[in-house]
Antibody
């Protein structure tokens, strides 16, 4: 079945970087944009940006520009999100999500990963 | 950037009652580009409605979406025990509303 499986929980110190992976299966990886969304403890959903796994094109939310890098490796059907210069406010669950329709870039998210908890603490 | 404001913040209802959730946009949103998600504690969000009114695969028909322009509504016709959760609206591929919690009264 169609699914996204993310890497495990991370604990990082302030100022460090974290890289979260999102492995896709059950569909054509290069056909659907992958988005990243985060959720701080007890808070709502915050969209971070997307990557087109076919072209490598990216679009980042303004709040994260300069700190986030989204990449993909089509040979292993995996997307990555790296966030640098971590602050305690970056403590959150990070989700990857697949778009509903082919080659869109502006669509609803019909499949979500299970989430990766990133804790930033000294 | 379009801001989505959901109301109320919390809705306290009993099973069997009707729930009406609002999502208001700061600028007009194409009705084709509005989605609703359900999230339960410890779980990833689940797509309920896309295109403002189209139920996603496997979503029961007690869930319905409507609206256009700047005002959108998610209606749950009769609440089942499994429907108590947090609901988010989203402009496609971008910002989310802050969420409405539907809790058991």
């Amino acid at each position: 079945q169609v699914q996204l499986v993310q890497s495990g929980a991370e604990v990082k110190e302030p100022g460090a970087s974290v890289k979260v992976s999102c492995k896709a299966s059950g569909y054509t990886f290069t056909g659907y944009y992958i988005h990243w969304v985060r959720q701080a403890p007890g808070q709502g959903l915050e969209w971070m940006g997307w990557i087109n796994p076919n072209s490598g094109d990216t679009n980042y939310a303004q709040n994260f520009q300069g700190r986030v890098t989204m990449t993909g490796d089509a040979s292993i059907n995996t997307a990555y999100m790296e966030l640098s210069r971590l602050l305690s406010d970056d403590t959150a669950v990070y989700y990857c999500a697949k778009e509903l329709q082919l080659w869109s870039g502006m669509d609803a998210f019909n499949i979500w990963g299970q989430g990766t908890m990133v804790t930033v603490s000294s | 950037e379009i801001v989505l404001t959901q109301s109320p913040g919390t809705l306290s209802l009993s099973p069997g009652e009707r729930a009406t959730l609002s999502c208001r946009a700061s600028q007009s949103v194409s009705s084709s580009y509005l989605a609703w998600y359900q999230q339960k504690p410890g779980q990833a969000p689940r797509l309920l409605i896309y295109g403002s009114s189209i139920r996603a695969t496997g979503i029961p028909d007690r869930f319905s979406g409507s609206g256009s322009g700047t005002d959108f509504t998610l209606t749950i016709s009769r609440l089942e025990p499994e429907d108590f959760a947090v609901y988010y609206c989203q402009q496609y591929g971008k910002t989310f509303g802050q969420g409405t919690k539907v809790e058991i009264k």
